[in-house]
Every structure is written in structure tokens, then in C-alpha cells.
């Protein structure tokens, strides 16, 4: 838990949230503020800065997170989807705890903006 970080609120249940997936490591929730018919977050529960912030040591979680998201996924029976993870506020991060946005339901143009 990181002092004031948000998500680790959500993980914490300090702030409630409606789960869309759980596990010992990963938790997924509704973004607050979707950008695609599907916008689920998906968060280690450790609380890690963002992708350049993980290490060595992060491997498995990491791993975890790619299958959860893999998971979230075809549970909801999506074909077609993007997987984003913004590192750094120049890249357009705002929450400073590692999060990949599940991104599905509508076309996706190429490259992102
Ligand atoms: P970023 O801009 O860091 O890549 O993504 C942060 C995302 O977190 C945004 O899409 C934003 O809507 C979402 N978000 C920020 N605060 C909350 C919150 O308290 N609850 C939920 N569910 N989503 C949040
Ligand atoms: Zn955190």
C-alpha cells in the first residue's frame, strides 16, 4: 500500500469497487471513466510506480496479469481487443500504480493518439 495511491484503495477495499476479476495477485475493476464499450483495469495488487518501476523480481506477477487479462477476455467472450499500459505522463499516465487498460468493443484506429 502506497500512501495515497488510489488503485491500492481499490485494493485495499478502502474504497469499494465492483471486481470484474480476482486473484491472489491481480485485481481488475470497471474504469470510472470508459473510453470503449469494454474499459476494465487491470492492477497487481502490489503497489508498483508503473512498468519501468517493475523488476526481475515482478516476473511472475507480471506474467500473472498478462493471463489475467488473457482470461477477462475470453470470459467475456472478446475476440478483438487492445491492451494498453501508459508509462510516464508524457505517454499519457496519470495513475501512478501499474495498470493495463482491456480496451474492446468498438473499432481501434492505429497508432493511438
Ligand atoms: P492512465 O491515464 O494512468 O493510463 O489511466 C488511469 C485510468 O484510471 C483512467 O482511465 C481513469 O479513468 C481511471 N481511474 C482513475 N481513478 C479511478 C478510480 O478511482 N476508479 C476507477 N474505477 N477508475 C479510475
Ligand atoms: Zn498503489
Redesign the pocket.
Known amino acids: 500500500m502506497a500512501g495515497d495511491c ?2 491500492c484503495k ?1 485494493v485495499s477495499g478502502e ?1 469499494p ?1 465492483a471486481k470484474v476479476y480476482e486473484d491472489d495477485s491481480v485485481l481488475a ?5 470508459p ?1 470503449a464499450p469494454t ?1 476494465v ?1 487491470v492492477i497487481p495488487k502490489k503497489h508498483i510506480d508503473g512498468l519501468a518501476s517493475s523488476s526481475e523480481t515482478d516476473r511472475e506477477l507480471l506474467g500473472s496479469i498478462q493471463l489475467a487479462i488473457r482470461k477477462i477476455a475470453a470470459d467475456a467472450g472478446l475476440a478483438d481487443y487492445r491492451v ?3 508509462n510516464g505522463r508524457g505517454a ?4 501512478f500504480h501499474l ?1 493495463y ?1 482491456l480496451l474492446s468493443g468498438r473499432r481501434m484506429s492505429w497508432p493511438p493518439g
Open positions: 488510489i488503485f481499490l474504497i469497487t475493476f470497471q474504469d470510472r471513466n473510453v474499459h483495469l494498453v499500459s501508459n499519457g499516465q496519470s495513475v495498470h487498460h
